[in-house]
Structures are given as C-alpha cells and as structure tokens.
C-alpha cells in the first residue's frame, strides 16, 4: 500500500491472495476452475473507489491488464457482497481478495486463485506525527501477534 500523504507510514500485514470467481456458465468455467485468460471475454466486476483513492483497487487493475479486455469492460463497485450479487445474476466474473471471498463463499459459483504476482499487501496505516493512544497501541500489537489465517502469507 502506498500514500501521497507524506505523515502516514504502512506496516505491511499480511499478503493476500486474489481470486476470480464466476458463475458455472460462464465463458471461463471449465468444470470446477476458471480458465484466467478467458476472463477478458466477459465483464470483470472488483472493488475499490475511484473517485476517492486511486491507489485503491491497483492490485486487480494490474490482472486485468494481463488480459485482453479494456477499462470499458470493467465494473468498479465498493463492497465484495456487490461483487458476488452481480456475478450470481450472470453480469460477469468477479476478482475479490482471499479473506472476502472466503466469507461470502458460495457452492454455486467457481472460485480460483489468481497467479502468485496478482495479490496485495494489506497494512495498518498511522500517523507519524502523533503518539499512538495506549488502546492503538493494544490493537498494534494484537494485530501484528495474530495468528495468519490459511493462505495468507507474512510480508517480506
């Protein structure tokens, strides 16, 4: 994660993988997995903001360059649960982090990871110029002595 704001400072958390998910007619499903190079021929739904933070987002915009599809088929909304209602009503396949697509896992839709190069940091971002309050210092250290659930990784 990186800021244009020059008082923030990210400590990396944990590396996320990314998944496409698709419903089992579409152009990509091939039996219980997703064929990624074919995921340019339909519309690919993701997350993130942007009119607010560009940087949000970057992580699938970087697959999606990978394939041969342009911006105008692609669909920004900004929560995960909007992702998998518009795959679910055949709109088109959805890229989501591991974490989301775990929670809202559905038997009726395939799910497959993205390559090893197309996943992203997720950080805790503070203010370099205060003092963190004893409870931010609590939820810091809770949070970096947390056990990593299945499938995410330390960062390096």
Do not use: K
């Amino acid at each position: 994660p990186t800021t244009a704001r020059s008082n923030l400072v990210c400590e990396p958390l944990y590396v996320e993988p990314l998944i496409a998910v698709a419903r089992r007619d579409h152009p990509a499903a091939t039996g219980h997995a997703l064929d990624l190079e074919r995921l340019g021929e339909a519309v690919i739904i993701t997350t993130g903001e942007p009119t607010y933070e560009q940087s949000i987002g970057t992580e699938y915009r970087h697959f999606i360059a990978s394939l041969s599809t342009t911006a105008a088929r692609t669909l920004v909304v900004s929560q995960p649960t909007t992702v998998i209602a518009l795959v679910r009503e055949g709109l088109g396949a959805g890229l989501l982090p591991l974490l989301a697509a775990r929670m809202l896992h559905s038997d009726d839709l395939i799910y497959t990871t993205l390559p090893a190069e197309y996943r992203r940091t997720v950080g805790l971002f503070t203010n370099a110029s205060r003092h963190p309050s004893r409870a931010a210092q609590v939820v810091r250290s809770e949070l970096f002595s947390a056990q990593l659930a299945e499938g995410l990784v330390a960062p390096t």
